[in-house]
């Protein structure tokens, strides 16, 4: 088997955290054709893949990649419409917010409250991604897979995908490629309906209704960019994988007793953010942190890696960070967190040739 090279390809360069070691070899694909041959080709050697779509939720080892990087860099999008409805199939390289901006411009809603998410249309499926009361999982029509154990390429339907808060059977699963997506869409530039109350209240509409989806889509850019979760090379609190850690869903029996722990140390009377959820009750992970004592920049200006300055679940690199120094923070938030509440955060973002202690 090959060895990582030092003067191999830096895949820092293609995540959204700009970290991560050298892969061996990389090969960029611009098409659906290209990803399968260059998959199949791969596995016919015995190389091992590393497929890279976007990179925004990929924390990759200093040591990098022992194989070929595959780039996804197909972005073909084709819109049609089925039993009445309108939908959008896009490659799986297709850039997120491209997408949902040429949906809106095309005059329809859905997808609008997932503006600004960076990434690649095939990732969004495999974390069942959602912000501002919207998953994929809501509108998603179907995924085309190629299955590497056989070479079959299929499409498959939601309830095969085993969608759930930030996760899906293809979650560390390597066996299947995304090779394309689909979403329905709706008519007359309508938005999905609005369950996220800040920004409801943004919009000026009730809980619940709809609106024009490009006014949604303004919106929440405005409100990502204000928390650093719109990329932007020239703000570091934008060189992050997004949420590092996902909200922690607690078992309605073990509910009390970590409510009691966390106002003994908030006091009795702070609100205690808490959201239904259909594994259980949701706490905010952001706000677990807030309170644990983590505030924005931890822990200060000279840090490499640190909390951002706009929102504590993203974790940045400040230009000179190694992915060391981020795992190190994220420990440290981590266990500080437990400390103080005994609620475990549990991270977002795959791990490659690293994780945490």
């Given amino acids: 088997m090959s060895t990582p090279n030092p003067g191999g390809p830096r895949l820092a360069d293609f995540t959204t955290l700009r970290l991560g070691g050298p892969a061996v070899d990389l090969r960029r694909t611009t098409t659906t054709d290209e990803l399968i041959a260059a998959v199949i080709e791969c596995d016919r050697a015995g190389q091992p893949v590393l497929?890279?779509?976007?990179?925004?939720?990929?924390?990759?080892?200093?040591?990098?990649?022992?194989?070929?990087?595959?780039?996804?860099?197909?972005?073909?999008?084709?819109?049609?419409?089925?039993?009445?409805?309108?939908?959008?199939?896009?490659?799986a390289g297709t850039n997120w917010d491209e997408l949902v901006a040429q949906t809106v411009q095309r005059g329809f809603g859905g997808l609008e409250c997932l503006a600004g998410i960076p990434g690649a249309a095939g990732t969004t499926?495999?974390?069942n991604v959602g912000a501002y009361g919207v998953e994929v999982g809501d509108l998603l029509r179907g995924?085309?897979?190629?299955?590497?154990?056989?070479?079959?390429?299929?499409?498959v339907a939601p309830e095969q995908l085993g969608l759930a808060y930030r996760t899906s059977r293809l979650k560390g699963n390597d066996d299947e490629?995304?090779?394309?997506?689909?979403?329905?869409?709706?008519?007359?530039?309508?938005?999905?309906?609005?369950r996220y109350r800040e920004l409801a209240r943004e919009l000026g509409v009730d809980e619940g209704a709809s609106a024009d989806a490009a006014s949604v889509r303004e919106r929440v850019l405005a409100l990502r960019a204000s928390k650093g979760m719109v990329l932007d090379d020239a703000d570091q609190d934008t060189w992050s994988a997004g949420s590092f850690f996902t909200n922690p869903i607690l078992d309605p029996a073990e509910l009390p007793g970590v409510l009691d722990q966390i106002r003994a140390h908030v006091g009795d009377d702070v609100a205690i953010p808490q959201f239904p959820s259909a594994a259980g009750v949701k706490l905010s992970a952001g706000w677990l942190i807030e309170r644990a004592g983590f505030t924005r920049g931890f822990p200060g200006a000279d840090a490499p890696a640190r909390l951002s300055t706009k929102h504590t679940l993203a974790l940045t690199n400040r230009g000179s960070?190694?992915?060391a120094?981020?795992?190190?923070?994220?420990?440290?938030?981590?266990?500080?967190?437990?400390?103080?509440?005994?609620?475990?955060?549990?991270?977002?973002?795959?791990?490659?040739?690293c994780r945490l202690p």
């Fill in 125 to 127: 499926p495999v974390q």
């Fill in 177 to 194: 490629v995304v090779l394309a997506v689909s979403f329905w869409l709706n008519d007359a530039a309508r938005s999905a309906p609005i």
């Fill in 143 to 155: 995924v085309q897979l190629l299955d590497r154990r056989s070479g079959e390429i299929v499409w």
């Fill in 325 to 353: 120094d981020l795992l190190a923070l994220a420990t440290t938030v981590r266990d500080g967190v437990a400390a103080a509440f005994g609620v475990t955060l549990h991270p977002e973002p795959v791990f490659i040739g």
């Fill in 51 to 91: 497929l890279i779509a976007g990179g925004s939720n990929l924390v990759i080892g200093d040591d990098g990649f022992d194989g070929t990087a595959i780039l996804i860099e197909g972005s073909g999008v084709e819109f049609g419409r089925a039993d009445g409805r309108p939908f959008v199939t896009a490659d």
């Fill in 321 to 323: 960070a190694t992915t």
